[in-house]
């Protein structure tokens, strides 16, 4: 079987950042963007240049860091979306602009109010207007699995004589079905006369929990480009998910006609990375990232896979990352030692000053625990990593007393701005009661909407990392605390959120019209 590249093309940073609460910082996506490099990942949509200046600022970073990659900005069809994509993009290796416009009759009627002929007319511009700043053009067509193909022929030949290289049609809404969806791609790479001048691309939501059976579906009938994300983040129910398509291809070689360039041994490592910084936890039966993906509970199963390995498992544990997890690190490394893991691990530090404030939370950390690994040295960098971030609120101290019998209690003290404020406070357990001391001082007005804990690594002496989503007047934002004590890791997220919150209240967010 003769074998085909397959495009890798992550939007983490761009679709996956689209999932409410799961907005990252500029620092917080190069560091994925380092991973994703790092992973060989073919193509980096790093954001979506005009929405904010921040995702300007974040396209900008993220295309100056990565050399490697193609790195992509996401751009309406119109000359101002794509100027600012160019913008974005002029420090990038590898620029790519990835130009869109709504295909279906729904989208066309409703959302852009424009006759068919008017949508075609203004993507064969945008594509010409892209392409004067790269040669590497992209074009979606929103909702195109629910588009009149007749149309879509129409508007793929023109937008490939237009310049366009990839042709992606998505799934905007999670409505396909494989054998439907896969059979559209057969269809319209046949009808289209200049097909062979693009490579077709497969971008689909999980909506009815299909988006990476219908991206597969898609790659069986021509499409060479997979759009996805690590952990399947991303809008509503996700986008389908990297790692699944990755280990599918290559587990089923017998099947599938293509190979990735993915190095498949950082997949774990970059989806406790994305866990850890978006505060989306994987759920423990996640494929092949999921805790449970490759623990046999099974007497039978555990049995078999002693005697001979591949009676119950089909990919090995090691070749997606999960032995990566190295103790490297104690409380007798010097920062010499420390500063090099965390360059193998792709973070850079900008200044001798950061190193050094790390370094203390390092030693801080390694004085309660005896073991650090690489997820530790990740938490200890996002711990200082929201730069930009005016911190309100700042965790002084705090001292929980908890015993059977009697009413939790908790007395905090916090830096608020730049006075120290304390407050007592009694509540239904020791987290409960730290909130309520919390909010006595910082009367918020925000909705608790989710609370969880992960132990970061495993045994009893592992750092607690607690998530607490808060709502306040339609923003929803994520904060992440750690620590040894899940009480104080309970603190610092609910801290974190609330600053996240003041920041938020303070630059407004245009609306991301129209994806
Ligand atoms: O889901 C979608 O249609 C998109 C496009 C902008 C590619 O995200
Ligand atoms: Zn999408």
Redesign the pocket.
């Known amino acids: 079987m003769s074998r085909d590249k397959l495009v890798i093309f992550d939007?983490t940073l761009?679709?996956g950042e689209?999932s409410p609460g799961a907005s990252m910082t500029k620092d917080e996506k190069v560091r994925i963007a380092h991973m994703l490099e790092k992973m060989r990942v073919d193509v980096i949509e790093a954001g979506f240049a005009i929405a904010s200046n921040g995702d300007f600022e974040s396209v900008k970073a993220v295309a100056n860091a990565v050399r490697e990659s193609r790195v992509c900005s996401?751009a309406r069809a119109v000359f101002a979306d794509i100027d600012r994509a160019a913008e974005a993009l002029k420090g990038a290796a590898a620029p790519r602009i990835?130009t869109?416009i709504a295909t279906s009759p729904i989208h066309m009627k409703y959302k852009l109010n424009m006759p068919p002929e008017q949508v075609l007319e203004q993507a064969v511009k945008a594509i010409q207007r892209a392409r004067q700043y790269t040669d590497d053009v992209e074009f979606?067509l929103?909702?195109?699995s629910r588009s009149d193909f007749e149309f879509m022929c129409r508007i793929v030949e023109a937008a490939i004589n237009a310049g366009a290289g990839t042709i992606?049609v998505?799934?905007?809404?999670g409505y396909g079905e494989p054998g439907e969806y896969g059979a559209m791609f057969k269809r319209l790479i046949e009808a289209v006369p200049n097909s062979d001048k693009a490579i077709f691309s497969t971008?689909c939501?999980n909506d009815l929990g299909l988006a990476v059976a219908n991206s597969l579906a898609a790659v069986m009938n021509g499409a060479r480009q997979v759009?996805c994300t690590i952990n399947g983040l991303g809008?509503r129910a996700g986008?389908a998910a990297l790692e699944e398509i990755v280990m599918a291809v290559r587990t089923r070689k017998d099947l599938f006609p293509v190979d990735t360039g993915i190095a498949t041994e950082h997949i774990v490592p970059t989806s406790r990375l994305v866990a850890s910084i978006t505060g989306f936890p994987v759920q423990p039966n996640k494929a092949i990232v999921g805790m449970n993906a490759f623990a046999h509970e099974s007497g039978i199963h555990q049995d078999g896979v002693l005697k001979h390995r591949e009676t119950y498992e089909i990919m090995r544990a090691e070749d997606v990352g999960w032995n990566a997890n190295k103790i490297v690190l104690g409380k007798h490394s010097g920062r010499a030692a420390v500063k090099a893991r965390f360059e193998e691990l792709g973070v850079k530090f900008e200044s001798p000053q950061q190193l050094a404030e790390v370094f203390e939370r390092f030693k801080a950390l390694a004085d309660k625990k005896h073991e650090i690994f690489d997820e530790d040295l990740h938490t200890l960098v996002n711990q200082g990593h929201d730069q930009g971030l005016e911190e309100k609120f700042e965790l002084v101290s705090l001292e929980v007393t908890s015993k059977t019998g009697t009413v939790p209690a908790a007395k905090i003290q916090l830096r608020v701005q730049d006075a120290h404020q304390s407050a007592v406070a009694e509540g239904s357990g020791p987290v409960d009661a730290t909130y309520k001391a919390i909010e006595t001082i910082a009367r918020s007005g925000a909705d608790l909407l989710l609370y969880s804990v992960n132990a970061i690594t495993q045994g009893t002496d592992s750092q607690g990392e607690v998530t607490v989503r808060l709502e306040r007047q339609g923003q929803v934002v994520n904060g992440v605390g750690s620590d040894t004590d899940i009480v104080v890791a309970s603190a610092k997220a609910y801290l974190h959120a609330l600053n996240l919150l003041e920041h938020r209240s303070a630059r407004a967010h245009p609306q991301r019209d129209g994806?």
């Open positions: 939007t761009r679709d689209q996401l990835h869109f979606s929103e909702d195109g992606n998505p799934d905007t809404v971008h939501h759009e809008e986008n994806v």
